[in-house]
């Protein structure tokens, strides 16, 4: 089992946690500053027009505020949000169901939309085009087609996986927007609002060593934060300081610069077993025990952001940046990768 908290089960006090952490509020979401220029123009034009929004596709990297856009782009439409995802959408009569409940001006949020099946998606295609929902009733020479109109709405869509949507579903979409990772200080300033809203004291010093050991993810920072807290009623003073912080992350084996057991383990498998690289996913995979899903969607995005991974053609390369924060010496091919 990966060691990576992005795909470990939440504990029921964290989720109600990130209930409460999650802005409610535009001025509370801190960074994504293009994205929130043109949303406010999007929303803005609708509400003069007094339409519902256009359908939007968000992608990125898991943590990084797709859903919290979704419940604020909800908030501001003062409309409702009908929350639901890519694999509990089974078949044809789920989607139908959700579909004709819905009330005009509703938002339907679908999470992991690139795990939805292709009939789903194709049901989707004039649901989204011209509200109408086309069900099949019957089998063989007596089945009939039943056209259901369908309410106006808004279809959010994200996604850690762009490229498995179908090119037909995607360009369906009025507005997509790419959720970029944030920087140290956009960290710093959302961990401490945290802090407040939970009542942790906490030194500046400390929330920076957090925020530049949160792979510039927000729910890993705040994640963090609360295991810092933790620490420091148990062995500590209550106050995140500098040491405190340290000491979290090493019980954690998290590293000064973020990665985890998991991360450097798929570092060593690609200089140790493959001299370096090149090596495809599925070799990758086999030869580190992990899924290919789990490579692509929440070990590559880190790693190629700071430069200790590179893709080629031929597959995966460790680049010299992951051999020095290894503490091993670069190959003369893999010097230029810095």
């Known amino acids: ?13 964290d989720a109600h946690l990130d209930k409460t952490l999650r802005p409610q509020q535009w001025d509370h979401y801190v960074g994504q500053e293009h994205i929130k220029k043109n949303l406010h123009i999007l929303l803005s034009a609708a509400k003069k027009r007094k339409e519902p929004i256009e359908h939007i596709l968000l992608y990125g990297p898991p943590g990084l505020g797709k859903t919290t856009l979704a419940h604020l ?70 089945a009939r087609t039943l056209q259901l109109e369908l309410p106006p709405f808004t279809l959010i869509a994200a996604t850690t996986r762009i490229g498995l949507l179908s090119s037909p579903l995607r360009s369906r979409f009025g507005a997509t927007f790419r959720l970029t990772f944030y ?80 991360d450097r383990r798929l570092l060593e498998t690609i200089i140790k077993k493959f001299s370096g690289g090149p090596v495809g996913v599925r070799s990758l995979a086999a030869a580190s025990a992990e899924e290919e899903d789990t490579i692509e969607e929440v070990y590559e995005p880190y790693l190629l952001q700071l430069g200790f991974l590179e893709r080629t053609q031929k597959g995966r390369v460790a680049t010299a940046l992951a051999y020095k924060h290894l503490g091993l010496t670069a190959p003369e091919n893999q010097q230029r990768l810095v």
């Open 183 to 262: 920087t140290e200080k956009e960290i710093e300033e959302i961990i401490s609002r945290s802090a407040r809203l939970l009542n942790i004291s906490a030194e500046h010093a400390g929330l920076q060593t957090l925020a530049t050991s949160s792979r510039f993810t927000p729910r890993i920072a705040n994640r963090l934060l609360k295991r810092a807290r933790d620490y420091a009623e148990v062995h500590g003073t209550g106050v995140i300081t500098k040491e405190t912080a340290e000491k979290t992350l090493n019980l954690l084996e998290v590293d000064p610069k973020g990665l985890e057991p998991g």
């Open 73 to 142: 782009i909800a908030r501001e439409m003062n409309t409702n949000i009908r929350i639901t995802s890519g694999p509990a959408i089974e078949r044809v009569g789920d989607l139908a169901s959700i579909l004709t409940n819905l009330i005009p001006g509703d938002i339907l949020f679908i999470d992991e939309a690139h795990r939805l099946n292709k009939m789903i998606e194709e049901i989707l295609y004039p649901a989204m085009e011209s509200r109408t929902l086309d069900i099949v009733i019957g089998k063989g020479p007596s």
């Open 1 to 13: 089992m990966s060691s990576n908290p992005e795909i470990k089960t939440k504990k029921p006090e």
